[in-house]
């Protein structure tokens, strides 16, 4: 299982960059102007040499100085000492993700139509502006440098898009990695809801992974997420691990 689990983590940060990286005695600090939890935070990813205390001590230090409260993402590599340690220093929960794969040979559904999506190999710059229209995204820091990280991905990418009246209406982003691709960015524009685009660019994706030789899917749902946990499952990925943020509080020094 564990085997499983390193390499689809592994797969997950080939597949979101963070606008600035550093590496630490065998932990990767992501930098990302607290765009999101996982582009933001800290993740195991080698052997350490240092002590804990010293470790996140030295975190807390460099986030503060970008601006930022401490995150580090707790999954099953991660041992369960390590998340207590940050839970005694007043750390908080925030974003328990439930991580989903499915064999795309034998279990996924791919027979729903899918027509209505267009496909691009790279992730044009309307694309992204569109997304961030579906996600309310206002911040200008993250409008002027999420563009970039996108940019940055180096894997083969499959965009897929939804277009109503000369707009893009929903999103979608498959990542191929190794026999896997990673579905991503589905976000449908409110009033477009509850109309099967998701699950159309879903299957899409899907579908378009496999003909590119693609034999195993994995995707994150936010836990409370009910109705795309609904959809998932329905096209045949079942759950494999948990991961959650461990957030320093504001007051921490």
């Known amino acids: 299982m564990n085997t499983s689990i390193k390499k689809i983590e592994d797969m997950s940060l080939n597949a979101w960059p963070s606008h600035k990286m550093e590496l630490y005695d065998g932990w990767i600090l992501r930098f990302s102007y607290f765009y999101t939890h996982r582009t933001n935070s800290v993740e195991q990813f080698g052997t350490s040499t240092l002590s804990w205390r010293e470790k996140v001590s030295f975190c807390e230090n460099e986030y ?9 993402k707790i999954s099953p590599l991660v041992s369960p000492d390590f998340d207590y340690v940050l839970e005694n220093r007043g750390y908080e929960i925030q974003h328990t993700t ?3 794969v499915t064999d795309l040979s034998s279990t996924a559904d791919l027979s729903y139509p899918y027509s209505q999506v267009n496909f691009t190999d790279d992730i044009p710059d309307v694309w992204i502006e569109s997304l961030f229209d579906l996600k309310g995204t206002a911040n200008p820091i993250h409008r002027a440098v999420v563009p970039s990280m996108y940019h940055s991905i180096v894997k083969d990418t499959i965009c897929a898009s939804i277009w ?22 589905i976000h449908v524009k409110e009033e477009f809801r509850h109309r099967g685009y998701a699950r159309q660019i879903c299957t899409g994706l899907l579908a378009e992974g496999q003909q590119r030789g693609a034999k195993n899917a994995y995707l994150q749902v936010v836990k409370d997420n009910d109705p795309a946990r609904a959809l998932y499952t329905s096209l045949g990925f079942q759950y494999i691990y948990t991961y959650w943020f461990r957030v320093q509080p504001v007051t921490s020094k």
């Not at 503060?64 to 580090?72: D, K, M, N, T, V």
């Not at 999103?171 to 691709?181: A, E, K, M, Q, V």
């Open 164 to 185: 109503d009246n000369g707009k893009i209406i929903a999103t979608g982003l498959g990542i191929l990695d190794r026999d896997y691709i990673g579905i991503y960015a």
């Open 98 to 100: 439930d991580v989903m």
């Open 64 to 72: 503060s100085r970008l601006g930022s409260p401490a995150i580090f």
